[in-house]
């Protein structure tokens, strides 16, 4: 599922020219789009705490909690984490084969960047699969302390860490005896939109869609991708009347969620 870029495109422009209000390079809406798909995708984690703590509907389709989840689904990736040095270095590739990416840029587009982890597992051979528990740095060494306490690998735990300086996330592992089997379930970012073209004879811009990139967000963020940019539009454009009509639009768009 995914949102054609193409169309939002031409809605876009058909607002705006309708009014003659003005018009956006391709430059300027990939750039623009792209920050509007980050900002949805991005609220999406704020919206299911939300829900978490309101009361949901049992009928079919009418659970907020699962309409969020369901939007986050598709960044959803796993990936084996490889052992080097006594620490799991978090996976490289998914398990569908695709590269992973951590705090670099520009951003290939053949490849899936790191957003944020989720849940660690330890495969031991002949038993079932054992979720690892995560703790912070005081707790992680206060907890081989005592006997009553230290991990094994039926209760394993681990430390996350990172080193901006060499774009390396990594997970400490106790106990020392796990050296392997261990995969890590991560959310990655949406890739970057982007609206290809051609010259024509004319100078026109012809769409290419063989070079674009549509958004990956869900078919019913439609209307709120095309809003989010008439209102970025109209920062652009200098235009204060775009920038009211959408960002009151947006604004009953958020009431309604969370009424």
Known sequence: MAINV???YKTVLLVLNKEQRGY???DEFNKTATQVQLDIFESYFEDINQQLRV???DYDYS???TAVDDKIAAFKEKGLCTYSLGKF???TVTSSGVNVIYNTTPIPTSYFEFYKLGTVVYSK??????????????EFFEINKSDLTAPSENFP????EGQS???INYLTVSPDSITSNVTADFIRKPKNVVWSYTTGSFGQYVYNSSNSINFELHPSEQVEVITRILLYSGVILKDPQIIQVASSEIQQNEINKKS
């Open 6 to 8: 193409d169309a939002v």
């Open 24 to 26: 956006i390079t391709p």
């Open 55 to 57: 009361p949901q509907s």
């Open 63 to 65: 659970s907020r909690q």
């Open 89 to 91: 270095i978090l996976p």
């Open 125 to 138: 051979a002949g038993t079932f699969p054992v979720r690892l528990q995560r703790l912070q740095r005081s």
């Open 157 to 160: 735990v681990y430390l996350y």
């Open 165 to 167: 300086n060499t774009n």
